[in-house]
């Protein structure tokens, strides 16, 4: 069809030029808007001539050019690949095996080390209060201590557990494994609270930085 396009452009164009010399050898009164129209339409079967070249010349290159062959996988690479992966799931299996391993281990280490720790404890009452105060939870820190003459010593400390504390509440002081002695909240305020000590307090003062907790029961 193209090819026939192309002939029957050809053709026409054929035609026009001849019309055009013999316009231009025979007619010298021909108007100029039938010279502008011959112009025109040569023009038009020239631009349609050469865009009819262009596709035949595209339709030429796609039959000379091979196809891009598709790629087959290998079936060899494949297997490859699904037994590194068996291979990965089976090490990572092993992984969280000693994992849990380990964590059962340490379990039962630890139960065992507390199991040990309470029949210590059942012959040493020292041992046993030791742990109750190292374990006792942390409620303050003491933040001032002051001491005065008129109403006694005071200390006023930072809340870390405001659900445990409250006007009237016994708290005791605790350095390292031991307690200084115990003190009576009398205020308690969005910025901390105030306690005061109670009867047989020890002969240590208190200092910033330490720790309050609720009394152990022994």
């Known amino acids: 069809m193209k090819l026939l396009l192309g ?22 009164n021909t108007p100029p808007d039938e010279i502008a129209r011959l112009k025109k339409q040569v023009a038009e ?9 262009l596709e035949r010349q595209i339709q030429q290159l796609k039959a000379t050019t091979p196809p891009t062959p598709t790629p087959v996988a290998n079936a060899a690479e494949i297997e490859s690949m699904k037994a590194q992966l068996e291979a990965n799931q089976a090490a990572l299996a092993q992984l969280d095996a000693e994992k849990a391993a380990a964590r059962d281990a ?5 139960e065992e080390g507390l199991l040990s720790q309470r029949d ?18 942390l409620i303050g820190r003491v933040t001032e201590y002051v001491e005065d003459a008129e109403y ?13 504390v409250q006007p ?3 708290l ?10 115990q003190l009576k909240v009398s205020d308690v305020t969005a910025e901390g609270g105030i306690a005061n000590p109670l009867p047989g ?7 910033v930085g330490d720790e309050l907790i609720l009394p152990p029961q022994y």
């Open 7 to 28: 002939a029957t452009v050809a053709l026409l164009l054929g035609a026009l030029a001849v019309s055009w010399q013999g316009m231009t050898r025979g007619v010298k």
């Open 106 to 110: 340490k379990v039962a280490q630890d």
């Open 172 to 181: 005791a002081i605790r350095r390292k494994t031991g307690v200084l002695g």
């Open 201 to 207: 307090f020890g002969p240590v003062n208190p200092e």
């Open 152 to 164: 006694g010593g005071f200390i006023t400390f930072s809340i870390l557990m405001p659900e445990q």
């Open 120 to 137: 210590l404890e059942k012959g040493d009452t020292e041992l046993r209060r030791a742990r109750m105060i190292a374990e006792a939870l």
């Open 45 to 53: 079967l020239r631009a349609e001539q050469d865009k009819l070249q």
């Open 168 to 170: 009237g509440t016994v």
